[in-house]
């Protein structure tokens, strides 16, 4: 089944405390991004990469960082989690944008609810 | 589940009705616009998607308009089903900018039986 696995589905943690999320796809999809989602600020774009080793910031890169050593994975790193990180992660993979291909929009992961305290 | 919004504007719809939901986007020059479909517990998934250069799409029980000389698009559900409950998102992706995504806000759709 053609999916994006994220890991873990919850996580709480304390003030500055290294974590990764894992994000895994399964679709040999070249674009990969990371969402964060906010009450009443929708999905905002973090981190996200174009391919291995290519990686851009979103709009909200602060306080992150990413990777993507081979196709598949694309895990998001808090170095320092602080509570303003406190939100749910989206992990989403397309086949591309670098050229918008119809009908192949991004999919999406099943979330993953973090709470720094 | 999953909060996803505690300010999203809320469409009550009776079983059986059909829903329009409504987006006004941002960006006159953006190329393309997807709508999504967010359950509790779940991410975001996608629904129906129309090119700038279309003003009307059908999918299955769906249908897309595009209204581009007000920058507003619509999703109807036709026979809304107790399974449509989900809030709903458009977004809108601009080639110019590198093929940028830009997400709205959602609407949320609640399902009376």
């Known amino acids: 089944e053609a999916q994006v696995t994220q890991n873990p589905r919850y996580l709480i943690t304390v003030t500055g405390k290294k974590l990764t999320v894992t994000c895994s796809q399964n679709?040999?999809?070249?674009?990969m991004s990371w969402y964060r989602q906010d009450p009443g600020l929708g999905l905002r774009q973090i981190y996200y990469?174009?391919?291995?080793?290519?990686?851009d910031k979103g709009d909200v890169p602060e306080g992150y960082k990413v990777s993507r050593k081979e196709k598949r994975n694309f895990p998001l790193i808090l170095e320092s989690p602080s509570p303003n990180q406190t939100s749910l992660y989206f992990c989403?993979?397309?086949?591309?944008?670098?050229?918008?291909?119809?009908?192949?929009?991004?999919?999406f992961g099943n979330g993953t609810r973090l709470t720094v305290t | 589940g999953e909060s996803v919004g505690l300010h999203l504007p809320t469409l009550s719809v009776q079983e059986g009705d059909n829903s329009i939901i409504n987006c006004a986007y941002s960006?006159?020059?953006?190329?393309?616009f997807i709508w999504y479909k967010q359950e509790s517990g779940k991410g975001p998934q996608f629904i129906i998607d129309?090119?700038?250069?279309?003003d009307k799409r059908q999918g299955q029980r769906v249908t897309v308009l595009l209204n581009k000389t007000v920058k507003h698009l619509s999703l109807q559900i036709a026979a809304t089903q107790p399974g449509d409950s989900a809030v709903y998102f458009c977004?809108?992706?601009?080639?110019?900018?590198?093929?940028?995504?830009?997400f709205g806000g959602g609407t949320r759709v609640l399902v009376k039986p």
């Open positions: 989403a993979s397309s086949l591309s944008l670098g050229r918008v291909i119809y009908n192949s929009p991004l999919h």
């Open positions: 679709m040999n999809h070249e674009y």
């Open positions: 990469s174009m391919n291995v080793e290519v990686t």
């Open positions: 960006n006159s020059a953006s190329d393309y």
């Open positions: 129309i090119r700038s250069n279309m």
């Open positions: 977004a809108e992706i601009y080639k110019a900018a590198g093929n940028k995504l830009t």
